[in-house]
């Protein structure tokens, strides 16, 4: 019996198989703050490929508002 530790085989494997659909996920989807979340949720998933598949979207997310926030702030600036 496997423990809570670690995974059973068909975890594994499902978990392989939901890393390579969260490559095709469309940027605009993981834009959303729901999925946003939802990636956070599962960032600690115990496969590895899960987590470098979720970890890959949640880091061009990140990039792109930390580049918003940063122009913003830039812009606000620059008036005041």
Do not use: C, W
């Not at 946003?36 to 792109?64: G, M, W």
């Amino acid at each position: 019996m496997p423990s809570a530790i670690e995974p059973s085989t068909p975890r594994l494997v499902l978990h392989e198989l939901l890393a390579q659909l969260l490559e095709d996920v469309p940027d605009k989807l993981v834009k959303q703050k729901s999925v946003e979340d939802e990636l956070l949720s599962i960032v600690n998933a115990p496969s590895e490929s899960f987590q470098k598949a979720t970890y890959k979207l949640l880091r061009t997310n990140i990039v792109e508002k930390a580049q918003d926030l940063a122009a913003s702030l830039e812009f606000s600036h620059s008036e005041g």
